[in-house]
């Protein structure tokens, strides 16, 4: 049997580890369009100020490593087309021609940073964070560096702004929309701007990015309101699945391919998982887009398992994420009032404000928790979390989404106290003594 994998990263390696593990004799051949398998892209902002010593801890596994194990891990072969009616991958090799013929198929080629149709973006220290050798430019770029303007305010923004502050720069943030966090209800995004303004950075809000102005290097951010000085730009407006040569699948709004609950696509032996799909919400109840490491390996994980002959299903995703942003967490899982406006839910928002742990224990800290809830049942839909501690309550709750649990339901959950971990009510049981 000869299983391709497109993609040398999360899903792709999962996928192939598990083959190996269940067919005896399988040939895999993956291919990897850069040089570098298996790291962690998550653990990239952390090299910019140190806290990472070297883009290359972030090496799970190398294509060597692959290649002892059995495993046919090519690089520097990018696929440009795929002839599925006769089963062959197409691509080139160092400006030569190759073509791999497969019995299944997995597609695991992840998502690349956009970048918009500015003016100017041919400058030098314009960078987008995504891969080793991006990060290995960017460092090299820093070196003579004083200011840095994000252009953002998603995670990796938020990350990329925390970075470059904790190396002593002047840190300026410029987004088109009204508020940091548009994944948040606005209300929890007030705090995540707090956190910046607090930490010195300066924050451009409802500001829209025309180009860049400068000789060779960039020297200054233009937008609708004004031009502002800096020596070096980060993009972190969003990604896009890497899915031009797969056309023919069936695919989402953003062009991410739709699989079923095994991973399985629209074309029969061709698979797909991680940032190149779309991931079906389970809270949503349809289809979205929710690029995280996490998915992508148990994406790949099933993804193997299906094309190795055993029968495996992915459920889907709650949109749990959280990223640390200074002396904050911020945190979600599930819907937010604004989804569930779209949904068209009815539903009630339980705002409340907690100590993270005991508050007569030294150093409590402020939690805002944001939950929604089902109206009439009382189902749990979401919850956004904001502070210190945040983690621990995003965790739980997601663990009650996947369990259908309903707002009375939690207080049933015999959740750990000592003061210096919690209060004797969690927050979250905070919440369901007071509404429900």
């Given at each position: 049997?000869?299983?391709?994998?497109?993609?040398?990263?999360?899903?792709?390696?999962?996928?192939?580890?598990?083959?190996?593990?269940?067919?005896?004799?399988?040939?895999?051949?993956?291919?990897?369009?850069?040089?570098i398998y298996s790291y962690g892209q998550c653990?990239?902002?952390?090299?910019?100020?140190?806290?990472?010593?070297?883009?290359?801890?972030?090496?799970?596994?190398?294509?060597?490593?692959?290649?002892?194990?059995?495993?046919?891990?090519?690089?520097?072969?990018?696929?440009?087309?795929?002839?599925?009616?006769?089963?062959?991958?197409?691509?080139?090799?160092?400006?030569?021609?190759?073509?791999?013929?497969?019995?299944?198929?997995?597609?695991?080629?992840?998502?690349?940073?956009?970048?918009?149709?500015?003016?100017?973006?041919?400058?030098?220290?314009?960078?987008?964070?995504?891969?080793?050798?991006?990060?290995?430019?960017?460092?090299?770029?820093?070196?003579?560096?004083?200011?840095?303007?994000?252009?953002?305010?998603?995670?990796?923004?938020?990350?990329?702004?925390?970075?470059?502050?904790?190396?002593?720069?002047a840190v300026r943030l410029i987004h088109r929309?009204?508020?940091?966090?548009?994944?948040?209800?606005?209300?929890?995004?007030?705090?995540?701007?707090?956190?910046?303004?607090?930490?010195?950075?300066?924050?451009?809000?409802?500001?829209?990015?025309?180009?860049?102005?400068?000789?060779?290097?960039?020297?200054?951010?233009?937008?609708?309101?004004?031009?502002?000085?800096?020596?070096?730009?980060?993009?972190?407006?969003?990604?896009?699945?890497?899915?031009?040569?797969?056309?023919?699948?069936?695919?989402?709004?953003?062009?991410?391919?739709?699989?079923?609950?095994?991973?399985?696509?629209?074309?029969?032996?061709v698979y797909a998982a991680g940032d190149c799909?779309?991931?079906?919400?389970?809270?949503?109840?349809?289809?979205?887009?929710?690029?995280?490491?996490?998915?992508?390996?148990?994406?790949?994980?099933?993804?193997?398992?299906?094309?190795?002959?055993?029968?495996?299903?992915?459920?889907?995703?709650?949109?749990?994420?959280?990223?640390?942003?200074?002396?904050?967490?911020?945190?979600?899982?599930?819907?937010?009032?604004?989804?569930?406006?779209?949904?068209?839910?009815?539903?009630?928002?339980?705002?409340?404000?907690?100590?993270?742990?005991?508050?007569?224990?030294?150093?409590?800290?402020?939690?805002?928790?944001?939950?929604?809830?089902?109206?009439?049942?009382?189902?749990?839909?979401?919850?956004?979390?904001?502070?210190?501690?945040?983690?621990?309550?995003?965790?739980?709750?997601?663990?009650?989404?996947?369990?259908?649990?309903?707002?009375?339901?939690?207080?049933?959950?015999?959740?750990?106290?000592?003061?210096?971990?919690?209060?004797?009510?969690?927050?979250?049981?905070?919440?369901?003594?007071?509404?429900?």
């Open positions: 049997m000869k299983y391709v994998i497109i993609g040398g990263d999360a899903a792709g390696m999962s996928a192939a580890m598990e083959i190996l593990r269940n067919v005896e004799e399988a040939e895999i051949t993956a291919l990897e369009r850069g040089e653990g990239l902002p952390y090299v910019i100020d140190g806290r990472i010593s070297s883009p290359e801890n972030l090496i799970a596994r190398s294509a060597l490593e692959f290649r002892k194990r059995g495993i046919d891990a090519r690089i520097r072969h990018e696929v440009q087309e795929i002839d599925f009616e006769a089963q062959v991958v197409k691509g080139q090799y160092q400006d030569e021609p190759f073509t791999v013929p497969y019995d299944k198929l997995l597609i695991a080629t992840g998502a690349s940073p956009t970048m918009p149709d500015w003016d100017g973006t041919h400058l030098e220290n314009i960078h987008t964070v995504k891969t080793i050798p991006q990060m290995h430019e960017l460092l090299e770029s820093l070196q003579n560096v004083r200011h840095v303007t994000v252009l953002g305010a998603g995670y990796i923004a938020l990350e990329v702004v925390e970075a470059m502050r904790e190396r002593n720069l929309g009204k508020q940091l966090m548009s994944l948040l209800d606005e209300q929890l995004a007030e705090h995540v701007l707090a956190e910046a303004q607090k930490q010195g950075i300066e924050v451009l809000l409802n500001e829209q990015v025309t180009g860049f102005t400068g000789i060779k290097q960039v020297e200054a951010v233009v937008t609708e309101q004004g031009s502002y000085p800096t020596d070096l730009v980060i993009v972190a407006t969003g990604i896009k699945p890497n899915t031009a040569f797969a056309d023919q699948l069936k695919q989402w709004d953003n062009g991410a391919i739709i699989v079923d609950e095994h991973m399985q696509t629209s074309l029969p032996n799909v779309a991931h079906f919400h389970y809270v949503k109840g349809e289809y979205d887009y929710v690029a995280l490491g996490t998915t992508a390996n148990k994406q790949g994980r099933v993804a193997g398992l299906n094309m190795a002959g055993k029968a495996t299903s992915f459920k889907g995703v709650a949109g749990t994420a959280i990223l640390k942003f200074f002396d904050i967490g911020i945190g979600m899982t599930g819907v937010t009032s604004k989804d569930a406006d779209k949904l068209g839910l009815a539903y009630d928002v339980y705002t409340h404000k907690a100590n993270h742990i005991a508050g007569y224990y030294p150093d409590a800290q402020p939690i805002y928790l944001r939950m929604v809830v089902q109206k009439d049942t009382q189902k749990l839909l979401g919850l956004q979390a904001v502070g210190t501690g945040v983690d621990k309550r995003i965790d739980v709750f997601a663990t009650a989404l996947a369990a259908e649990m309903t707002l009375p339901d939690l207080l049933d959950i015999d959740l750990s106290y000592s003061p210096p971990f919690n209060g004797v009510w969690d927050p979250l049981l905070q919440i369901a003594k007071r509404y429900s």
